[in-house]
């Protein structure tokens, strides 16, 4: 499992792989399952940020967390299992004395990395000059090399109609500059979270109470975050063959955001150090968009655009079940349970009048401020339904046997106002742009009918067969349903007699398991096709609200299904001084669902058409150890190793008479084509630079060749990218320098000395390579656009400007074509080791804590992200890409970065103490 | 017995459950999309039917780049703005001719949008002919689609014509280019796409697309109206299409086909016999105001009582409006601030102001009656000069039209107007063209005269030596900047001369053709299809 946190977004979503990314276009998460409600875990998103459900619990509430990996383990869930399963448990009331627990930490955190850019503007400006003087020599149409045909209209004095001329910088202001725009966007942040809880229990009841606060302040400015959440789950057993009780829980979130894109991004693109945060007169810079066509971007000082914009998103979640348990004969127990998650997010984004005046472009009414106004409500109530029999049948014999039916349904309502003309103050705007209000839609549904049963022999021999239907909402009539059996044999090998032999063995057991799950985490209405006629101001004609037309549909679109074949090993060794698990899986996904972009010239709205694409496979082992190496009364060590290697492999794409081969599906510099893992990359092959004009070569790909195979080979010749971009008819699939690592792992370490425990986490990858967008962009000078100080294949250009070093400076070209190629020439090995979590702590004596009354007491200090090894130069090696991208992006793009925020570097110090 | 009767009702009860999950997963229904099945209602088609207009009314499609196209690619525009030149973009890569190296170009702005407008329309005629929306016993003949089916037909086709037709010129090599017209034509479908292997289908010939288009237009001559009629029709049908502007588009096809009699013949199907216009000009002097200013639902687009506006895109302020400040109309044409006199110290490194403004090549080509020419006297400002006393012809005299805006945001500055896309004016010069050619001169003299004289200048008493010549020269000065120009030097086979192009510093302007004029089926004015649509239509071939 490869778990990648969204780096430094306070509340952001983590993205899990279970055993490698088995999906296209579909959500390749897995179904978390909340005290067995499976809860919406799709981004909820405000400001363009993807929420993470997991954010939303307390973790101090979470007794268990379980992972389902394997087809034999996910019956209940089977359905939607294909991407794995967690199981997260919160904690009950014990019996005995009511208990108190107590927490409280507080931390700081920082980027776990700076790049460095050109960050002066005399030099920026300069670097400008010279690639504009190169453009004669490269072939390039001639351009004088003055700051005029250099900036964004907007920039300099003197360009600009004289009423709004005053607000632009002078020449002189722009050489002098030195704006580390980075400094104004990154902050360090901070966070601090109190919890309590109580709990409590009898003979015929049980009570677990808690409440917590968190508030945080993450790395960038403009965002904050806040969660208050109460917790209260019961159970209660009046009679021995009745049980009911209720999990409740209930949380609010306050969580403040500016896009990412017009803080930190901006700061790594449009932001120039020639740019002055504030005028000498102290108006800010560069910051309104006037009513000419003239625009002045936005954003391009992003102190001002935070200054003016507000984005509030107040999350209410409350995630219940209530469940009846009977047992009315030995053996047979019949369980009834009902989930209500219910999930209300209210959004207020404000524009004011100094970011969007009046007569701004873009404006649908008159401008004069925006506001977006937005309350969104999901509703999914499950009823879970199952009987379950066990019986002992003589000595040697055990057999259960369970049977069960579940429903899901969600409802959904959306009000979403966006308005013009904002009064100062107000939240909401008077003239209406344009609404889209619906209540109570039913977004989708499930049914489900499984059954399962388990055969063991003296607990030696065991066998588990199972079946699962599935209907859902989400597919045509005729393809809605789908069958997934699965059926599992272990085989406790140490039972035997003659394993008594070895006594070093503890326990040995033995598993196989094959099933089919399934997949479903499609668009809800994405088989139809269908026209909008609300909500789109753009099909306004004559003053009339016209339709559009949506989406295709697909009827043939069906469930994506994955084959899993698993064996296993778990062993204890040595006196159970050594523990451990070997997994070999299979996973094949067929009708892999897939959001098929049209591209713009198809006429649809959404772009895109769901289909069942074709299969992919991923095959991989697991091994994890625990082993306690020393052990004494004040002194011990136990190390925690796990590593694991995923193999992907698309075996089948869709194919038509009229294709010559397996259709090839492209997403960015990535590609999904049979034989090669899934977001392979496809770009174009950098061939260094002509000696001559500094211009970027490229290899040539034999069109005819790839025409009639897909396969992708060199002519031998090479192309000038810097004159002509061609990269659409020369990308080359990439071979071995896949996005996926060879192998991943941990590494963690406790030690104990006396009250005192010592742990280290390492977590490392090797051998995935990175595809730095950010970079490409960064790399060639253009209207407006920040450089990196280091450019591959040129070096560090600051200091080149600063030495006339014209050798370096030659390959850089103004407006180079080979801009907008994604090429090798940016693809980097993005291997690495991180110390992700050092945590040092103190646990006071049991004895000593009696004698303050206390039943428990432990403060300590926790470091993340703290150091970090790799060669990848750019902002972190552990990519993360799905703060509000696409899931097709997300999958098919594991090792795409775009200026994405590096994790944060966090250091936190708490307390916890019971009674 | 008693095991098959109890198998047999649990089958049936199994049966029954599943029929009720049956029910229960198509309760699912979503309340902002309306599902093509479910299309039932004449007000619906409506919808679907608006839908269609706002694609192709878009500012980058019909009320923009379409009509910019055609000058730009021509010669009677030169660069106004230097940022125009120095940071090429998409449109500035048309006027120089290097738009084969912008994969999304120009005109991919304009694909996109027209192509939405095309596909709402196969959507409406798929409906009408799945018969599915039926209204038996509606009183109302406005919700009654025995009544209405004609017209959203005849709108249907209408708009896939005006569509397909545009494409043709933009994508594909023109009308006569191979003997047989087999030259791949547009990339528009006929039908709207409802599965994955409908994205493969290759380009029609230019023949077959002019067949197809001509179809299309003559079924919707057949099936329009002639005008918006309250009893019949519902409101939203006032800023549409009738039966005029059908024919209005079927002239300008066989124009282009230099179909000489067909077009004749249209053309006096859409003007009427004779010199009382069907769509009687506007006064001389109210050019700018009726024309070109007008906003919003005009009473004599589609009335009973009309005036020379056939067809125009409506805008109604303060509803999305498509010819807004930063719509490429204006971005284009329209100057919005005058000048300093520092600035117009050296006209040719201007930074600011329209991307464009008249060439000294029209100058010379449309050589006004600078004192009684009214639109020389109000549809082009001529404010704009280094000195008072620089004579007009001088290049250091600058020529702007007024006809999409001027001014700064003012509604009568031309932001929030309407787009004018065919008026009479246009066709009566078309039809005196075609009579000319056919030695038709005392035909073709009247209706050049209708259109001197509207315009001040007085009659012709005979014909000129040249009366084709004569009647070339009036088209440019009536038409210039409503982007005719380069379709019709093409249908006429005469080559684009660099024009002003030659004024551009070091000839960079024209360095792509070498500054020679460009024949009129050279590949100079032809776009390439966009990439992204060859990468998801194996079918689909490139022009070359």
């Known amino acids: ?915 | 017995m008693t095991t098959r009767l109890i198998l047999t009702c649990l089958l049936l009860a199994l049966l029954t459950g599943l029929t009720g999950c049956e029910k229960y997963l198509d309760d699912v229904s979503s309340k902002t999309l309306i599902q093509a099945e479910n299309v039932r209602t004449v007000q619906e088609l409506e919808i679907l039917t608006t839908g269609a207009y706002s694609g192709i009314a878009r500012n980058v499609a019909f009320s923009g780049n379409a009509l910019a196209i055609g000058e730009l690619f021509g010669d009677l525009v030169g660069i106004n703005n230097a940022n125009y030149r120095n940071n090429p973009g998409r449109s500035s890569r048309v006027y120089t001719y290097t738009h084969r190296e912008e994969d999304y170009g120009f005109q991919a702005e304009f694909l996109q949008w027209s192509t939405f407008g095309l596909t709402n329309a196969n959507n409406v005629l798929e409906i009408l002919r799945s018969g599915q929306v039926q209204t038996p016993g509606e009183a109302n003949p406005r919700l009654d689609i025995a009544r209405q089916r004609d017209r959203f037909e005849g709108e249907a086709r209408f708009v896939r014509a005006m569509c397909v037709f545009e494409q043709t010129r933009l994508l594909a090599y023109p009308w006569g280019h191979t003997p047989d017209n087999s030259q791949p034509g547009p990339i528009a479908s006929f039908q709207s796409l409802a599965a994955f292997s409908d994205l493969a289908y290759p380009r029609l010939s230019v023949k077959v697309a002019y067949d197809s288009v001509l179809t299309d237009l003559r079924r919707a001559e057949r099936l329009l109206p002639e005008n918006y009629d309250p009893a019949l029709h519902l409101p939203d049908y006032q800023p549409r299409a009738n039966k005029y502007a059908a024919l209005a588009l079927m002239a300008r096809v066989y124009a282009q086909q230099d179909n000489v009699d067909s077009c004749l013949a249209v053309c006096n199907r859409l003007l009427g016999a004779g010199s009382s216009y069907r769509f009687p000009l506007v006064a001389g002097n109210q050019m700018l105001a009726q024309l070109f200013q007008r906003s919003g639902i005009t009473a004599t687009t589609n009335s009973p009582t009309r005036d020379e506006v056939i067809f125009e895109l409506v805008n109604v302020p303060g509803r999305n409006v498509q010819t807004n400040n930063a719509a490429n109309l204006r971005v284009h044409y329209a100057l919005q601030t005058p000048y300093t006199p520092a600035q117009l110290a050296n006209v040719n490194t201007l930074t600011s102001g329209p991307n464009v403004r008249m060439s000294q090549w029209f100058k010379t080509l449309a050589s006004f009656d600078r004192t009684r020419d009214l639109r020389y006297r109000t549809l082009i400002d001529t404010t704009q000069a280094t000195t008072a006393a620089t004579l007009w012809s001088s290049p250091n005299r600058l020529w702007f039209t007024r006809k999409w805006g001027t001014g700064t945001t003012a509604p009568a500055s031309g932001v929030n107007t309407n787009v004018v896309q065919y008026r009479s004016a246009e066709f009566i010069l078309l039809r005196a063209e075609m009579n000319a050619r056919k030695s038709n001169t005392a035909a073709a003299l009247s209706d050049l005269n209708a259109i001197r004289q509207r315009a001040g200048l007085p009659a012709l008493t005979t014909a000129p030596a040249d009366l084709a010549g004569e009647i070339k020269t009036e088209r440019v000065r009536e038409l210039v900047a409503e982007g005719q120009r380069t379709y019709d030097l093409k249908r006429r086979k005469e080559a684009i001369d660099p024009a002003d192009r030659l004024l551009s510093p070091g000839n960079v302007d024209c360095a792509a053709t070498g500054c020679i004029p460009v024949p009129w089926n050279s590949r100079f004015t032809v776009f390439l299809v966009p990439q992204t649509y060859l990468d998801r239509n194996p079918l689909a071939v490139q022009n070359d």
């Open chain 1, 1 to 915: 499992m490869q778990i990648t946190q969204a780096g430094g977004t306070p509340g952001g979503a983590v993205r899990i792989n279970v055993r490698g990314v088995a999906s296209i276009n579909s959500n390749s998460q897995p179904l978390i399952v909340i005290d067995g409600v499976p809860v919406l875990s799709a981004a909820f998103g405000a400001g363009g940020v993807a929420m993470n459900p997991l954010a939303e619990i307390n973790p101090n509430d979470i007794a268990s967390m379980e992972i389902l990996k394997d087809a034999s383990a996910s019956v209940l869930f089977g359905s939607r299992a294909a991407n794995g399963v967690i199981l997260i448990t919160t904690k009950k009331g014990t019996s005995g004395k009511p208990k108190f627990d107590v927490s409280y930490e507080q931390g700081v955190s920082s980027a776990t990395n700076r790049v460095d850019f050109v960050d002066n503007g005399a030099d920026l400006l300069n670097i400008y000059k010279q690639s504009a003087r190169n453009n004669t020599l490269s072939g390039l149409t001639p351009l004088a090399p003055n700051l005029r045909n250099l900036l964004p209209t907007g920039i300099l004095q003197g360009t600009l109609a004289p009423g709004i001329d005053s607000q632009l910088a002078d020449s002189t202001t722009l050489y002098n500059s030195r704006t580390n725009w980075l400094d104004q966007v990154l902050r360090q942040g901070r966070y601090r979270q109190a919890s309590v809880s109580a709990s409590v229990g009898g003979k015929k009841f049980s009570l677990y109470g808690s409440g917590s606060f968190r508030d945080e302040d993450g790395i960038v400015i403009g965002q904050s975050f806040q969660r208050v959440s109460g917790r209260l789950n019961a159970s209660f057993t009046p009679v021995s063959w009745l049980q009911a009780g209720v999990n409740l829980s209930a949380n609010g979130i306050d969580n403040q955001t500016v896009p990412l894109g017009r803080t930190y991004q901006s700061a790594l693109s449009s932001s120039l150090p020639a740019y002055p945060v504030q005028l000498a007169n102290g108006a800010f810079f560069n910051g309104i968009a006037n009513g000419t066509n003239n625009t002045i971007g936005l954003g391009t000082n992003p102190v001002f655009y935070r200054n003016n914009y507000y984005n509030l998103a107040h999350t209410f979640r409350s995630t219940n079940t209530a469940f009846l348990q009977l047992k009315p004969v030995a053996g047979l127990t019949i369980r009834s349970e009902v989930g209500l998650d219910y999930q209300r997010t209210k959004n207020d984004e404000l524009q004011n009048q100094t970011l969007f005046p009046a007569g701004i472009n873009g404006a649908e009414q008159g401008g004069n401020g925006r506001a977006v106004n937005q309350v969104v409500t999901n509703q999914t109530v499950n009823f879970n339904n199952t009987v379950e029999y066990a019986r002992t049948l003589g000595k040697n014999h055990s057999l259960k046997i369970l049977a069960g039916n579940s429903t899901q349904s969600t409802l959904s309502s959306n009000a979403n106002y966006i308005t013009e003309n904002v009064p100062d103050g107000a939240s909401r705007g008077t003239d209406t742009a344009r609404s889209v209000v619906f209540d109570r839609q039913l977004s989708f549904r499930f049914v489900s009918f499984f059954g399962r049963a388990n055969y063991a022999y003296k607990d030696r021999y065991l066998a588990e067969v199972s079946l699962r239907t599935d209907g859902s909402s989400r597919f045509g009539p005729g393809k809605r349903w789908a069958t997934f059996p699965s059926v599992s044999v272990g085989w406790v090998v140490s039972d035997e007699a003659f394993m008594q032999a070895i006594p070093a063995v503890n326990f040995l057991k033995l598993r196989a398991s094959y099933g089919l799950t399934g997949n479903a985490e499609i668009g809800n209405f994405a088989w139809q096709r269908v026209f909008t006629y609300v909500g789109y101001n753009a099909a306004i004609y004559g003053g009339v609200q016209g339709g559009q037309f949506t989406s295709l549909g697909n009827q043939d679109l069906s469930w994506e299904s994955t084959r899993q074949t698993n064996l296993g090993l778990d062993f204890r060794l040595l006196g159970n001084r050594i523990s451990g698990t070997v997994d070999f899986y299979n996973k094949v996904s067929d009708g892999l669902l897939l959001d098929y972009s049209l591209g713009p010239l198809f006429g649809t709205i959404n772009n895109v058409i769901t289909i069942n694409l074709g299969s992919v496979r991923n095959r991989g082992v697991e091994f994890s150890f625990n082993t306690r190496n020393i052990e004494t009364k004040r002194f011990s060590w136990e190390t925690n190793f796990n590593i694991a290697r995923n193999e992907n492999r698309v075996l089948s794409t869709y194919t038509a008479s009229f294709l010559n081969s397996p259709f090839q599906f492209i997403n960015g510099p990535n590609i999904a084509t049979p034989g090669y893992p899934l977001g392979n990359y496809f770009m174009a092959q950098f061939a260094g630079f002509d000696p001559q004009t500094g211009n970027e070569l490229f290899y040539e790909r034999d069109r005819s060749v790839f025409a009639n195979t897909g396969e992708t080979v060199r002519t031998g010749n090479l192309w000038d990218g810097t004159v002509n971009n061609q990269a659409g008819n020369n990308n080359f699939i990439i071979q071995d320098r896949t996005p996926y690592p060879v192998f991943f792992g941990g590494l963690n370490n406790t030690f104990r000395f006396g009250p005192i425990d010592v742990s280290a986490l390492i977590y490392f990858q090797q051998g995935n390579w990175i595809y730095d967008q950010g970079e490409r962009a960064q790399s060639y000078p253009f209207t407006g656009q920040t450089l990196r100080r280091t450019i591959p294949g040129v070096g560090n250009v600051q200091a080149a400007v600063g030495q006339n070093d014209n050798a370096a400076l030659n390959r850089l070209v103004w407006s180079s074509n080979a801009r907008t190629i994604e090429s090798t020439r940016f693809l980097h090995d993005g291997s690495f080791a991180r110390l992700k979590n050092v945590q040092i702590g103190y646990t006071l004596p049991y004895e000593v804590a009696k004698k303050i009354r206390m039943r428990s007491l432990r403060i300590y200090a926790t470091g993340q992200n703290l150091l970090t090894f790799t060669k990848f130069r750019g902002w972190d090696p552990e990519v993360f890409r799905n703060g509000g991208a696409s899931d097709a992006q997300a999958n098919l793009g594991p090792g795409l970065t775009n200026n994405d925020l590096p994790q944060v570097r966090t250091i936190v110090f708490g307390i916890n103490f019971g009674f």
